[in-house]
């Protein structure tokens, strides 16, 4: 499934209006993703799938990111894969960021027309940053992870760990290999 995504949306790309041929060049990038010696340890290791399912549902929101034109068909579809590829993999985290240059590619390649305007691509902004938001906060609370105060109200205490994952995923955004450096480790 993700090597017919390759396909398209490379299809997308690079074909013209009304032509009906076989694009040689999606055709030889998805055989090239589906060869490529990376792909093997989630396709032969079992526990590994996530890694296909978050490439899966990724793909699915740069496909309709080129594809819909309507500012809430974006939004919409980019929160659903987007909430999607976050529950099946924390990596996702890092594609607004890739999003954003893979828009600034396109914007100064040529391929303007294959991408809609600042505001509808603002839509599929919005919609990743807010699955990515809801998806920290239900991890949180899935968790166990509430905040205990004395004397706050259950609104309160939700609004206070809504800010926390707030918080805590605009630093995975913002710096997404702080993660893994040696001071978070200690920290942790």
């Not at 549902?57 to 034109?69: E, S």
């Not at 105060?149 to 707030?166: C, H, M, N, R, V």
Request: glycine share 6%.
């Amino acid at each position: 499934m993700n090597g017919l995504l390759v396909y398209s949306i490379i299809n997308i790309l690079t074909s013209s209006p009304g032509e009906k041929t076989v694009p040689v060049y999606a055709l030889a990038g998805a055989l090239l993703y589906l060869s490529h010696p990376a792909l093997i340890e989630s396709t032969v290791w079992i526990s590994a799938q996530f890694d296909l399912f978050v490439t899966f549902f990724l793909l699915m929101l740069i496909r309709c990111d080129l594809r819909a034109r309507k500012f809430w068909s974006k939004f919409f579809l980019a929160l659903f894969f987007y909430s999607l590829a976050a529950m099946s993999k924390e990596m996702a985290a890092s594609f607004l960021f890739s999003l954003l240059l893979f828009h600034l590619f396109l914007d100064w390649s040529g391929y303007r027309d294959k991408i809609s305007g600042f505001s509808t691509r603002m839509a599929t902004y919005s919609g990743i940053f807010l699955g990515g938001l809801g998806y920290v906060f239900m991890r949180y609370l899935a968790l166990g992870y509430l905040v205990s105060t004395s004397d706050a109200s259950p609104a309160s205490s939700d609004f206070l760990l809504l800010a926390k994952a707030l918080y805590h995923y605009l630093q995975i955004v913002i710096f997404p290999f702080f993660t893994i450096s040696p001071v978070h480790e200690f920290r942790s």
